[in-house]
């Protein structure tokens, strides 16, 4: 049996942002006083994000690598490790995201537990994840991959199945040429179209 590994995406030290009260007015009283804008906002957190914010290329690249997600509440694929639940418990009682997901892989799940925090107050009521923020807090499975290795790993993956299709489309394309009559008979009966999405032109 392969040992589980687990990667938590921030460094260990950041758990002393944690702020009360008094500390969550005194932060935001300091950005204002020293003219400094809040790239993430902290309105109703006890702890700015202290996890890796992922834009859209990362998404994609990383959604490649564990294209399923579901609620954490529903996830039942594999067991969440015990240092996976306490990011999110850590995550839950400091009000970081809205809602957590798991993204994962059907045939090699090793999971991601991904943050998602609604833009604005509006945004949320509409549940409308436009413009929210996506945040990658943990991973598990084989592999203890870091950031920049897992958005390659999707890129890798995203580059071959490109390529899978143009082989399987050129593979098609050199039968229907070789054999044109059997196509014609395909396409007339409407199976050409349900494998490859060609139309003769009139």
Not at 35 to 61: F, H, M
Not at 90 to 117: H, Q, R, S, T
Not at 158 to 177: A, H, P, T, V, Y
Not at 186 to 196: A, F, H
Request: proline share 4%; net charge negative.
């Amino acid at each position: 049996m392969k040992e589980m590994k687990v990667k938590v995406y921030r460094e260990p030290e950041n758990e002393s942002l944690v702020l009360n009260e008094e500390e969550l007015e005194d932060y935001h009283n300091l950005i204002e006083s020293l003219g400094l804008k809040n790239t993430v906002p902290v309105e109703d957190r006890k702890v700015p994000n202290v996890y890796v914010n992922l834009n859209s290329d990362a998404r994609i690249q990383l959604k490649a690598v564990c294209p399923r997600y579901e609620k954490i509440e529903d996830y039942v694929k594999t067991t969440i490790p015990l240092e996976v639940l306490k990011v999110y418990e850590f995550a839950k009682n400091n009000e970081m995201f809205d809602y957590c997901e798991i993204w994962y892989n059907d045939k090699a799940p090793d999971p991601m537990l991904v943050g998602f925090k609604y833009e604005n107050e509006k945004r949320r009521k509409e549940n409308s994840t436009w413009n929210g923020t996506y945040s990658l807090l943990a991973r598990w499975g084989d592999e203890a991959l870091e950031l920049e290795q897992l958005i390659q790993l999707g890129y890798t993956k995203i580059k071959q199945s490109l390529l899978d299709n143009i082989e399987e489309i050129s593979s098609l394309c050199r039968n229907i040429k070789e054999n044109p009559d059997l196509h014609v008979r395909k396409y007339i009966k409407g199976d050409l179209q349900s494998y490859l999405n060609i139309n003769p032109t009139f």
